[in-house]
Structures are given as C-alpha cells and as structure tokens.
C-alpha cells in the first residue's frame, strides 16, 4: 500500500456519503433501501475512501472490506458501541451499529461482489478516454 491521493475517488467517496446520508434521514421508511441497499453501498464508499488515498491491490482492498465489517457485524453482536461508550442515537452509535444481522452480512457480501465485478470488467480501462472508434 503506497499513499497516492486522488481527487476522483474522494469525489466519488463524498458523493456516495451524501446518498448513506440521503438514505439514513430521508429514505428511512422505504424498508428495502433502509434495510438492504444502505448496506450494500457502505462497502462501496469504504472502497472508495481507501482509494481517495493510498494505491492498494483492488482485489485485496474488496476482500480486506468484506473482512473488516463482518468483523464490525460481529461486534455489534457484543453491543461494541455501547461497551465503548457511545449512547444511543450518537453519530459513532449509528457508525457502529447496534444489531447483529446475517443479512447484513449477505448484503456486505453482495456490495463487495458487485464491486468486484465493476473493478474486474473495467480493468486495464482508461475510463477518462474516449474510445476508438
């Protein structure tokens, strides 16, 4: 892991942290992007925050992600925020969380796959060039 700052991936980063934002305030009461869709883009913005500032392996990163928020998941089994003092409706209480789910898992799981994916298939891709035609 080198440290390189990129302006695109912390763009990206602050961007994709006013939708968690948008979906923790605003979509609350729509269960399915409360529930599942939040959980699904929070391994996308861990992803992308890590890349605004160091050079790391992709693949390594993604499973590097995976691991630490099943391990956050797990914590959360254990009541982890409210053991490190943090009260109820705090900003770090949120963070952390406060439930342990499988599905939660399953939709890091899926988050993760999905980026996996988009970074595999836009591999070797200058991304900011146009084609030849």
């Known amino acids: 892991m080198k440290f390189q700052f990129s302006l695109k991936y912390l763009l ?3 961007f994709i942290f006013l ?3 948008l979906i923790a305030t605003k979509l609350k009461d729509i ?3 409360r529930a599942y869709l939040g959980d699904v883009i ?3 913005l861990l992803y ?3 890349k605004s500032f160091f050079r790391v392996n992709n693949e390594k990163l993604i499973l590097g992600i995976l691991i630490f928020s099943c391990f956050i998941e797990v914590a959360q089994y254990f009541n982890i925020a ?3 003092g943090f009260r109820p409706g705090s900003l770090m209480y949120i963070v952390i969380g406060n439930s342990f789910s499988w599905i939660d898992i399953l939709c890091y799981a899926v988050g993760c796959l999905l ?3 988009f970074v595999t298939m836009t591999k070797g ?3 900011t060039s146009t084609p030849d035609l």
Do not use: A, G, P
């Open 42 to 44: 929070v391994v996308i």
């Open 125 to 127: 891709q200058n991304l």
């Open 19 to 21: 939708i968690e934002v």
């Open 48 to 50: 992308t925050l890590v």
């Open 31 to 33: 269960f399915f992007v």
């Open 115 to 117: 980026l996996y994916l």
């Open 82 to 84: 409210e053991k490190l």
């Open 12 to 14: 990206i980063s602050i």
